[in-house]
């Protein structure tokens, strides 16, 4: 799935028909006519397109036969299988699980054991044609074979409650009496009421499930389906990010590893609560992410866009890196600047504070962390960059003079976000004294976060043997497209920073009452360079959600959300007694100022707020 995610655009669209909506379903004989001119340059509306095939009605999806097309691929296209080889390319030790160069043969040299390595390709050949050859089965033709598998036990047991029923009938009319006698066959009459009764509730059970998968969607047909284990869980369709959960058992001392499709976080999520080192509480539990997994395809995609970054330690500044020693805002060089690398994440393992690596355990990694105070939370810091901005829709807000204050612009946005540091609070109210960094073993897939041991030295948490000179400064970070609106202040509008920053709360805070979404599916951005001032609310979902053009809807000429939402914001303002802003009224998840009361007017917004209307952008 997720060689077709980068390399194939699929040209799925929907369709009225009589009874609804019909998704169409391309061709699988010209599946080679979908192949992109390049990896992944298809826009990642795709994404949101599949999204809308995937989770949309079965019916509408023809019983999924609109994913032939995926089948077609798999079992046609030869960089499928080059494609798997790729992943599996590693020799590895059986007896320490160390991964080598799959060139290298031989013993391992790590554990100094007599273990001939063993070149992965080659050991799971099987699994991948069996990826390739049972492809159709898992994850194209489920909702078919589930409706069969129902309709056929439908059947059988229709046909098995007219047998015993035929029992039933014979019994009745061989006593000649209204009621069953006492007789040689009363034992076989009384199993057959006993399986009527069976059959019959089995039949109301299968009536249900077929009644229920008319209107299901896709994706809940396959988890009822026998293939419900190969539900996509991948980046490009799914932008989820995978948890594995490492408990330590205080009785036998035995590390237990866990895994739920329910653990697993959207990328948004994930940045901000799954980034290295970040904390978090799962049933009263405290885990801390010790090791990521990157993917593959996201990291070379941000490398593209970002770069790699120098930091200075000493005057904070952030350059791309291009091949420089020295911080070229102060001059700083040496240990006070750090070459900083983009990744992205695909999986991420959760250690439990029981877990010991060695004579550390988990919370060690923490600087303030001891045998009186523990983490509470970690908190992110992140940093929002709009790449692209494509506009396809313009309305202005005027004041009761007419006069333009501030225009919105409805469009496509490409967004990059990134997590370089954090902040870790404590059970006794301390936090960090200043912003922890995001330092990663360097050894090959190892990728385990980085603490200091009892000399003060930076080592790897899992195996502190490993290079020190391999160690290297992260941020994690994501790509994506999506939908959003950017605000920008009208020609001669005296709108400033504070009461742009306070609308474009306003507006999350009225799109999540008006659209139904929680206030994490919108996020923001800002950019306040001289002349540029502008500020973007964005859907935080790969492809989008629509909600942002919820306030471009106009009925009878009159755009009715854009009304309801400047109403929502005003009502809301003015019922809370703060002065500048609080959680009540104004902060929210995701500021991009951090909820800094300078940050907003409220008293000035509240003001524009009463004399706001909208106006036909000419």
């Known amino acids: 799935m997720d060689y077709i995610a980068a390399n194939y655009h699929i040209p799925w669209t929907s ?41 949309g009605d079965v019916t509408e999806t023809n019983k999924g036969q609109t994913l032939a097309v995926l089948e077609a691929i798999a079992q046609s296209d030869d960089g499928v299988r080059a494609w798997l080889n790729d992943i599996l390319d590693y020799a590895y030790c059986r007896n320490c699980g160390h991964i080598y160069d799959s060139a290298v043969a031989g013993d391992c040299s790590n554990c100094q054991e007599d273990a001939e390595l063993k070149v992965a390709r080659e050991e799971y050949s099987d699994i991948i044609n069996d990826c390739i050859e049972e492809f159709g089965e898992r994850l194209v033709r489920f909702a078919y074979e589930y409706h069969e598998d129902l309709t056929s036990e439908q059947s059988t047991l229709e046909e098995r409650r007219s047998e015993l029923s035929e029992i039933l009938a014979d019994a009745k009319q061989s006593t000649g009496f209204g009621d069953f006698s006492s ?3 009363d034992e076989e009459t ?40 190969f539900t996509p869980q991948l980046r490009a369709f799914g932008d989820s990010v995978a948890v594995t959960r490492y408990r330590r058992n205080p009785k036998t001392g035995k590390i237990n590893e866990q895994q739920e499709s329910s653990w697993d976080r959207n990328a948004a999520m994930a940045l901000r609560e799954l980034h290295p080192y970040a904390y978090s509480l799962k049933n009263k539990r405290g885990y801390v992410v010790t090791r990521i997994h990157e993917d593959t395809e996201g990291t070379k995609e941000l490398r593209t866009e970002l770069g790699q ?9 952030e350059n791309e890196w291009t ?27 959760l250690s439990d504070k029981e877990r010991t690596f060695g004579d550390r355990s988990s919370e060690d990694i923490f600087p303030l962390s001891n045998y009186h105070t523990s983490p509470r939370n970690t908190f992110a810091h992140v940093t929002t960059r709009v790449s692209e901005f494509e506009s396809d829709e313009d309305t202005v807000l005027t004041d009761g003079n007419g006069n333009s204050v501030v225009k919105l612009t409805h469009g496509d946005i490409e967004i990059t976000e990134t997590v370089d540091s954090f902040t870790t609070s404590y059970s006794d109210g301390q936090s960090d004294p200043k912003e922890q960094t995001l330092t990663l073993c360097g050894e090959r897939h190892c990728n385990s976060v980085v603490s200091k041991n009892t000399d003060d030295e930076p080592v790897c948490l899992r195996d502190p043997e490993h290079d020190t000179s391999k160690q290297r400064e992260v941020m994690a970070g994501r790509m994506f497209q999506t939908k959003g609106i950017r605000l920008t202040p009208a ?31 919108l996020q923001e951005s800002f950019d306040y360079e001289e002349g540029n001032m502008e500020a973007f609310i964005f859907e935080s979902t790969v492809g989008g959600n629509g909600v942002t053009e919820l306030l471009y ?23 809370c007694g703060c002065n500048s802003g609080c959680p009540e009224c104004i902060f929210q998840y995701g500021c991009d100022e951090d909820n800094k009361d300078y940050t907003f007017d409220k008293s000035g917004l509240i003001t524009r707020l009463d004399n706001l209307s909208t106006a036909e952008d000419d």
């Open 15 to 55: 369709e009225d028909v009589i009874d609804g909506a019909q998704i169409t379903n391309p061709d699988p004989a010209e599946w080679n006519r979908f192949k992109k001119d390049s990896v992944r340059s298809a826009p990642d509306s795709e994404y949101h397109t599949f999204n809308r095939v995937y989770y």
């Open 183 to 185: 007789n040689d066959n």
């Open 190 to 229: 009384e199993k057959a009421k006993r399986d009527l009764e069976t059959v019959r509730g089995e039949i109301r059970t299968v009536d249900q499930l077929l009644e229920d998968y008319n209107d299901m969607n896709l994706a809940k047909v396959h988890e009822r389906s026998v293939r419900s284990e």
């Open 309 to 317: 970054q120098l930091r200075c330690d000493v005057c904070g500044a």
């Open 323 to 349: 091949g420089q020693n020295a911080c070229p805002d102060c001059g700083a060089t040496g240990s006070d600047v750090d070459r900083v690398e983009p990744i992205a994440l695909k999986r991420v393992e």
């Open 491 to 521: 020609t001669s509008s005296s709108l400033t920073e504070r009461e742009l920053h306070t609308l474009t709360h306003g507006f999350r805070l009225a799109l999540q009452r008006i659209g139904g979404v929680e206030i994490r599916s």
């Open 553 to 575: 809807n106009v009925e009878d000429g009159q755009q009715v959300e854009l009304e309801d939402a400047l109403t929502v914001m005003a009502e809301n303002f003015d019922a």
